[in-house]
């Protein structure tokens, strides 16, 4: 693999990995709070896809023709609604099972993602579906003649940029407002933060649509960047995310970022290395071994069962 | 949340309440429904978006009016009682009953349906293998088409590679699948339940991603061919190969093909058949009663000296093994396989069977396999919305009756008729 390629696989990489950084987001922090895997949160992104589409669709319709204006606009509708989704979700297949047994949560999650995914596929059509790419310009690096050079396009460059400053945005919330505390005061201990008056069930539908938000910014960019999305491209990337979350610790935020880091990169290098057909058994595989050997993940703390 | 018995103003809260629901239905079903992409543009649908808020709305303020009715009297549930009581005195004349039922079922249906009844009892297997790990032992498997794709390819491959007949094939695959099972079981089983959910699912998804890519070995996508099994020796074909003879020729009848169904559809009902008796057995010996303890209670389990990995391996390895051997029967029925029979939807639909019969009942999941099969090749139109349908079946059934529509029974004490 010659210089040019692998800082190309990198830069991908780097790419991909903040993507799924952005999803991991959503599955770390319900895990971290209720203790269960969202396995709709994949088909949460999907939906986003689906939205971001239709809404760049009827601004051009619209008339609007700035791209800055464009991009924010359509990001704004699609965290809206998409939020919207994350909330519903949680209220409709997760809050009455609170005090079920641990299976029950699970089998819910999954009945939901089946419910968005077929929801979607009967609403939308099952083909592939497109938008027309409007952010087309690129940077290019190293160049060193024709095919010597390591390009960077300026929808990649959103990519990283906006997924810093989402993952900013939700450091901040954390760490510095009354929210954000309530949030890691339930996620410690449900029942001492009740009793000095956190309301658990808002915190939790919070968590959920700021998962769903983050989603949405991921879902967004990736449709601007790649521009064709089915119903099913939740399952895959949500899997990839969550092993992301895994790999990183799950229920840590910074993890989560870093474990999307690590996998996207990895994920690209083995693409560029060994082939580009085995690149989604890789992914799993890793999640297997992850699992297997280091199970609380690059930041996480191990997990102590108290009776 | 609602008071009972308020009169104009609980009707007037039931109102509001759906009002609001409906609003944000519409809010998420607007952009999905409302409009379609076709090309860069949109085709706007406006009333469907409407139509199904103004459901929503409608369910809401029946769901309210609903739960705010008195509880039902106790008479239902006595009811209920009785007839689970009369049940199990009649339980095993109900069995023979159904049993004679199943046996002289092919002669009256036509070979179509024939066929659906074999690809019915194929879900039994695989639903049955499939409550052994979620109903019985509690451990969620999302990648149990994987085991079902070992025992298919099991039997397809080893008939290209090294000539083995469908009897070879059905311990071979079957030994397999459960070889499988144990190498993953083995270090993800000491886990946290809630991974071996995610493991499983992403074992799933690389059986079925290698199968698909390793061309040179496993043909890809083009898939493999499965002959169909012969009985001693006899083939079913309508001509015999060298030094074969065919069922016909042999008991001197007229051609027909339905022999073959016919005798793959017993040699299906006596695996089930014995399926059936061997989980019935292993529910009452200690492993079956450590499975159901381990489910309820991993800790408690422990201090009593019960090793938690090698029961669930148990668990695991006789699921594997039976969704192994549901792959042979697959792979011999339809004559040919290939990796679209093994997505993550066929290991949703193997789950929806045991959730809506309810987890570790044999009865109810049998019930829902045979329902859950043959009601989509009855409702043509209703194919299309199937994967819809087993989604809200699974919210749902988690809500409103964890236990399934049956529920599961155990075994308990009565006073006799003497004391």
Partial sequence: ????????????????????????????MVYGIIGMINFAHGDVYMIAAYLTA??????????????????????????????????????????PLRHSTRLAPLISAIGMSLILQNYVRLSQGGRTQGTPTFLDGSVRLFEQGPDQFVQITHAQILIVVMAVLGMGVLWYLMQATAMGR???????????????GVDGDRVISLVFVLGASMAAVAGTLVTFNYGSFDFFIGFVTGI?????????????????????????????????????????VFAFSLLVLVLIFRPSGLLGRPEVEKV | MNGSGEGAHGVGRWLREAAITGGIAFLLFAPITGVTLSGYTLEGH??????????VAVGRFLWSWFRARPRPSPALSRLS??????????????????????????????????????????YVLLALGLNIVVGLAGLLDLGFVAFYAVGAYGYALGHQYLGLSFWAALPFGALLAACFGVMLGFPVLRMHGDYLAIVTLGFGEIIRLVINNWMSFTGGPNGVRAP????????????????????????????????????????????????????????????????EALREDEIACRALGIQPVTVKLSAFGLGAMTGGLGGVFFAASQGFVNPTSFTFME?????????????????????????????????????????????????????????????????????????
Wanted: overall charge positive; glycine content about 10%.
């Fill in chain 1, 1 to 28: 693999m010659s210089f040019h390629i692998f800082v190309q696989q990198v830069v991908n990489g780097l790419v991909l990995g903040s993507v799924y950084g952005l999803i991991a987001v959503g599955y770390t």
């Fill in chain 1, 54 to 95: 239709i809404f760049l669709a009827a601004l051009t319709l619209l008339g609007v023709q700035s791209p800055p204006v464009i991009i924010l606009l359509v990001l704004l509708l699609t965290i809206a609604v998409t939020a919207l989704y994350g909330w519903s979700v949680e209220r409709i297949a997760y809050r």
């Fill in chain 1, 182 to 196: 309530a949030c890691r005061a339930v996620q410690q201990d449900r029942i001492m933060a009740s009793l000095l």
């Fill in chain 1, 240 to 280: 990839k995310a969550f092993t992301a979350a895994v790999l990183g610790g799950i229920g840590s935020l910074p993890g989560a970022m870093l474990g999307g880091l690590v996998l996207g990169l990895s994920e690209s290098i083995f693409s560029g290395l060994v082939n580009t057909d085995y690149k989604d």
């Fill in chain 2, 46 to 55: 406006w009333q469907r978006p409407l139509w199904l808020a103004v459901w």
């Fill in chain 2, 81 to 122: 009682g009785a007839f689970s009581l009369w049940l199990d005195d009649h339980r095993t004349h109900l069995i023979l009953i159904l049993l004679l039922g199943a046996m002289i079922l092919p002669w009256f249906i036509g070979k179509y349906w024939l066929n659906v009844a074999i690809l019915a009892w194929i």
């Fill in chain 2, 228 to 291: 169909f099994p012969s009985l001693f020796g006899i083939d079913f074909g309508r001509r015999a190969a060298p030094g074969h003879v065919t069922f016909h020729e042999y008991f001197n009848l007229p051609y027909s093909n339905e022999y073959r169904d016919i005798f793959f559809y017993f040699l299906l009902l006596i695996v089930v058949s014995g399926m059936v008796f061997l989980v019935r057995r292993l529910r009452r010996m200690p492993l079956g009663r450590n499975w």
């Fill in chain 2, 347 to 419: 290991s949703a639909h193997i789950l929806a069977i045991v959730i809506l019969g309810g987890m570790g009942s044999t009865g109810g999941v049998i019930a829902a396999a045979v329902l859950l099969t043959v009601l989509p090749e009855a409702l043509r139109d209703f194919a299309e919305y199937r994967g819809l349908l087993f989604g809200c079946a699974m919210v749902l059934m988690m809500v409103w009756r964890p236990k399934g529509l049956m529920g599961m029974r155990r075994a308990r004490f009565r006073r006799s008729g003497v004391a």
